[in-house]
């Protein structure tokens, strides 16, 4: 598993007034996302951006220019935008000549550039010089926007407003602005491949640009590189692993210190009477960093040993016993025989047999070659799930060179007795870096990121007694890097070295980005979501391990791991019972978790694993008399059982369980004459109606439902004057009849629909509660369902017109639904062109909101498909129902009957076009996969007999017999 390390810098340029929220926009969501997507690839991601990072001393010395330039030259990417301000020039400016006269040794041709402003120069030497080739993205913003901008703050702060205007900067510069944007225009038009040019409209647009712009020339020049295949499931293990070591080196350039624990690690290592050496110490020592190194290092020099990494942290779902074990008998099966693969242990869920044949591979690996040894090296235990470490028990055999390492923090709750006790057995602690340690640490990271600080700062951070804490250094360094100006880098400084642990440095992050995204609390999205995102994965699942979370991080964290990719995580952090403990409590419980399962892709049989382990601890936590508690938990997990799973398990004894409870509950208070309090719990167990009304109805058992939901009325409507006790009463009575609406239309039953979803409005709105609009949304689906369109779109215009006027118009996926849902309606009222408008309206928030790919997206794709099939514009509908087609694919995976019909989809639309020959593969392609899932009989007839009648035309035996024994077998009749 080869693991060099790589580091791919990307060069922002750009002048620094009137650009600050392009910048605090990429440093605090995108950064992120571009480090975490070359993570992945065992690749570390270096930006480069001079909002501080140059000292006064510098400045005073006049090393600006060179020091700017030297980092763009090595720069693997270049990155630059402009604003209305040309930024710092001038012929006569002495202090920027002097720069320049310095710099001139390294770079001569700036004899011939003495005029132009720094930003020019680093976009000179970026690209724009002939000689240079690196890749390149260039952003100018509108010139509107700086004009409108300018207006609005030139009577309110005057001061704020000359950042929109190039006035301030001299005569001349406009024009010199201007020169540029066309030089670039005319580099890119020679060259257009690896260069490129775009103009955007806000500063947001902006940084989302930029974002797309590195992604693009990442994913062309470096991660493409060689013959793209499609890894084993194995494969894909081992590049995950590569992938963490390579990150996970060091914190700068270079591994620094430690030579002490260095040399005891090695020779704990190659002593003959120790084969299980523990490395013990408390969070952030560099225990896994520390262990890479050696890897990496006796790797090469040692050719007879043969080392296996394996970090339960590397990528989500690796935190399992059996999933290590299944890797290291891969590996070592593919080590003692390269005609076999590597996938052949993955298919072994038995643990017995698994650690049989771990110690069968070790013995002939020592007899097939020779001299051979073992070294098998194990980090980040505490990250495996409680209830399973017990099975971790391997210990390698005492007759055998084989040597095991493993990492853990210190800690009196974990604890592996297999491994930590018995003979042959060493510990190795670590403790915090000493200070100059960490003080070389910083100096490398900072080299790295092209940065220094003055000797004000550097002191405050040596005086911090938490900086010898590796994680506390990084953490506080990625702050500044995400957030630090110049103007107030010392201050800022001293502010977080006053922190006083890693969780005090997040929470201050948070205050920090809802001041940059304007973040307010009363919003469905905000910055917690963008904060998830910054410290990666390690935060976030440290954050996700913790019984209580703060309600504002548990209200965006699966939509912030959803951006992030951390599928799996997202799906663990879903079915763990301390995470929905607090999400129960949460002001907003529901997660909206119910196309989880369909976004990550689970099998059924990954799902009941994970559920198993829940209930276990469920049935723990019962056995153990802690009631109440253990009938939240249940709740919240017959929750996540009832929502994720429809077909494969039944929900109904974890509710049963959890109803008895609350009912002893209640009737111990009413034996207890404690009257409000019964009433309290008689009110949360109409609640667990409700949920059990909704677990019914995932599992199609809508009868159930309908009398769950009448036992919860009945009960709130009992106290309904009870506001003393429960407040909001009025409103669950609503909800609980919105819930009565959509059971009583999934029975198809409208007319007793219909007058739910009036009462529930009239509720919702007499107590002025937002949830009147999904409930009028509810009403109009109603008649949309009787196919009385102008009614439904009337009523669906209404909700769209409401949340038009709020603020979140704009980013919330809920009105991206609602707007469908109108098109839905207007499209049947054969406006077609509004429709088609709607949709797209629809189609840009999911995109910016969700990304490219999300089966919401690939919803209203089909829409928008199905609209130009109406319309005539067969290429177009062709179009959108592909790109549904490969959005499905990479969201829910391609053995779903969504991806099947959007295949079968673009078949229509081709066919439709009498391109027979570009359906036919489409057309067979979407049979099979209806035939995989047994649903074949979904497949239209007509359609159908249309390849046939094609194929028989042109006399294609093959295919006409392929399409026939399909016909037969989805019980369509032949054409006579």
């Known amino acids: 598993m080869a693991s060099e390390k790589r580091t791919i810098r990307v060069f922002y340029s750009s002048p620094f007034r009137g650009l600050e929220r392009e910048r605090e926009m990429l440093s605090a969501i995108y950064w992120p996302r571009i480090s975490q997507s070359c993570a992945s690839k065992g690749i570390t991601f270096v930006p480069i951006d001079f909002r501080w990072g140059i000292t006064e001393e510098s400045s005073m010395a006049a090393n600006t220019v060179n020091i700017c330039l030297q980092e763009v030259t090595t720069s693997d990417i270049f990155i630059g935008f402009f604003g209305a301000r040309?930024?710092?020039?001038?012929?006569?400016?002495?202090?920027?000549?002097?720069?320049?006269?310095?710099?001139?040794?390294?770079?001569?041709?700036?004899?011939?550039?003495?005029?132009?402003?720094v930003t020019e120069l680093e976009f000179l030497e970026g690209r724009l010089l002939d000689e240079r080739t690196r890749p390149a993205a260039f952003f100018f913003r509108s010139e509107e926007y700086d004009r409108k901008m300018f207006e609005s703050l030139q009577n309110s702060d005057p001061k704020e407003a000359k950042v929109y205007t190039s006035a301030i900067d001299g005569t001349g510069s406009e024009e010199k602005l201007q020169r540029l944007k066309e030089s670039v225009h005319a580099k890119v038009e020679s060259r257009s491949e690896d260069i490129s040019v775009q103009n955007y409209a806000t500063p947001e647009d902006g940084a989302m640009a930029m974002y797309e712009a590195t992604m693009k020339i990442l994913e062309q020049t470096f991660f493409n590189q060689g013959e793209v295949k499609q890894l084993t499931k194995f494969e894909g293990w081992v590049k995950g692993q590569s992938a963490y070591m390579a990150t996970q080196h060091s914190l700068g350039s270079e591994y620094l210190g430690r030579a002490e624990e260095r040399r005891e690690l090695e020779e704990l290592i190659s002593r003959e009477d120790i084969w299980r050496v523990v490395l013990k110490g408390d969070e952030g020592t560099g225990k896994t960093a520390l262990l890479i190194n050696h890897i990496l290092e006796h790797r090469e020099k040692d050719q007879t040993l043969l080392y296996v990494y394996y970090s339960m942290n590397a990528y989500p779902g690796a935190n399992s016993s059996l999933s290590c074990l299944q890797f290291l008998a891969g590996v070592l099966l593919q080590e003692t025989d390269k005609s076999k693969s590597g996938d052949e242990p993955l298919k072994i869920s038995d643990l017995s047999e698994l650690l049989q044949n771990i110690s069968s591979y070790c013995a002939c690996l020592c007899q097939t070659r020779g001299t051979a040894r073992l070294c098998s090296c194990w980090t980040k235990l505490t990250e495996l799930k409680a209830r399973r470490r017990w099975t971790?028990?391997?210990?390698?055999?005492?007759?055998?060179?084989?040597?095991?390492?493993?990492?853990?923090?210190?800690?009196?709750?974990?604890?592996?007795?297999?491994i930590e006790e018995g003979e042959g057995v060493s510990s190795l602690g670590l403790v915090n870096l000493k200070t100059h340690e960490a003080m070389a640490a910083l100096d490398s990271v900072l080299k790295v990121r092209g940065k220094s600080l003055n000797q004000t700062c550097l002191q405050t951070i040596e005086n911090c007694p938490q900086i010898c804490n590796f994680l506390f250094l990084k953490v506080l360094l990625e702050q500044l890097f995400s957030h630090a100006q110049f103007s107030s880098l010392e201050a800022e400084v001293k502010d977080l070295c006053e922190r006083s642990s890693i969780r005090e440095l997040f929470e201050s992050f948070l205050e920090k980005l809802e001041k940059v995204m304007n973040y307010q609390p009363d919003y469905k999205q905000g910055s917690a979501s963008e904060a998830l995102s910054v410290f990666g994965q390690k935060v976030i699942r440290s954050l996700t391990n913790k019984t209580r979370l703060p309600y504002r991080i548990v209200e965006e964290l699966p939509s912030a791991l959803q951006s992030a990719g951390m599928l799996?995580?997202?799906?663990?952090?879903?079915?763990?019972?301390?995470?929905?403990?607090?999400?129960?409590?949460?002001?907003?419980?529901?997660?909206?978790?119910?196309?989880?399962?369909?976004?990550?892709?689970?099998?059924?049989?990954e799902y009941a694993k994970f559920l198993r382990n829940a209930t276990d601890d469920i049935r723990d936590c019962?056995?153990?008399?802690?009631?109440?508690?253990?009938?939240?938990?249940?709740?919240?997990?017959q929750k996540v059982r009832s929502r994720f799973e429809k077909r494969h398990i039944e929900g109904s004894e974890l509710l049963e369980l959890a109803i008895n409870i609350q009912r002893g509950i209640m009737n111990k208070h009413r034996k207890e004459n404690n009257k409000n309090k019964a009433v309290q719990e008689e009110i949360f167990l109409s609640e667990l109606f409700t949920r059990a009304a909704i677990g019914c109805s995932y599992q199609n058992r809508h009868d159930e439902s309908v009398r769950y939901l009448n036992k919860s009325l009945a009960i709130k409507k009992t106290h309904r004057g009870r506001t003393d006790i429960i407040k909001d009463i009025e409103t669950r009575i609503g909800s609980t009849l919105h819930t009565l609406g959509n059971t009583y239309k999934s029975l198809k039953k409208i007319d007793l629909a219909i007058p739910c979803f009036e009462q529930a409005c009239a509720i919702h709105k007499q107590n002025n509660s937002d949830n009147q609009w999904s409930s009028l949304d509810g009403l109009a689906s109603c008649y949309f369902f009787q196919q009385n369109f102008p009614k439904a779109e009337e009523l669906y215009r209404q909700v769209v017109n409401h949340f038009e006027k709020t603020a979140i118009a704009t980013y919330d996926n809920q009105f991206a639904a609602f707007l469908c849902n109108l098109a839905n309606a207007v499209r049947r009222n054969k406006k077609l062109d509004e429709a088609r408008v709607l949709y797209q309206k629809a189609w840009n928030i999911q995109s910016k909101l969700l990304g490219d790919t999300h089966h919401s997206i690939a919803i209203t794709l089909l829409c928008l498909g199905n609209l130009e099939l109406a319309s005539g514009d067969f290429e177009a509908s062709a179009n959108y129902f592909e790109k549904a087609y490969h959005c499905y694919k990479k969201t829910i995976g391609l053995i779903c009957h969504e991806t099947a019909l959007a295949a079968e989809n673009l078949a229509i639309a081709l066919s439709k076009l009498g391109d027979f020959e570009r359906g036919t593969p489409w057309f067979h392609h979407g049979g099979e996969l209806l035939e995989k899932l047994g649903l074949l009989h979904m497949t239209m007839g007509w359609m159908n007999r249309k390849y046939l009648k094609y194929h028989q035309d042109k006399g294609n035996e093959e295919e006409c017999k392929k399409i026939l024994i399909r016909m037969e077998k989805a019980g369509i009749s032949p054409p006579s």
Request: proline share 4%.
């Open 568 to 605: 799996e995580r997202l799906l663990e952090c879903l079915l763990d019972i301390k995470f929905f403990w607090t999400v129960q409590k949460s002001a907003t419980s529901d997660v909206k978790g119910s196309n989880v399962r369909v976004t990550v892709g689970m099998q059924s049989y």
């Open 392 to 418: 971790f028990r391997w210990v390698p055999p005492k007759r055998l060179p084989v040597k095991l390492v493993v990492s853990t923090k210190l800690s009196d709750s974990f604890h592996l007795p297999a």
């Open 86 to 117: 040309y930024g710092w020039h001038g012929e006569t400016d002495s202090n920027l000549q002097a720069a320049i006269d310095k710099a001139i040794g390294v770079y001569p041709w700036l004899e011939n550039y003495r005029d132009r402003s």
């Open 622 to 637: 019962e056995r153990v008399q802690e009631k109440r508690r253990g009938r939240y938990h249940i709740v919240c997990l």
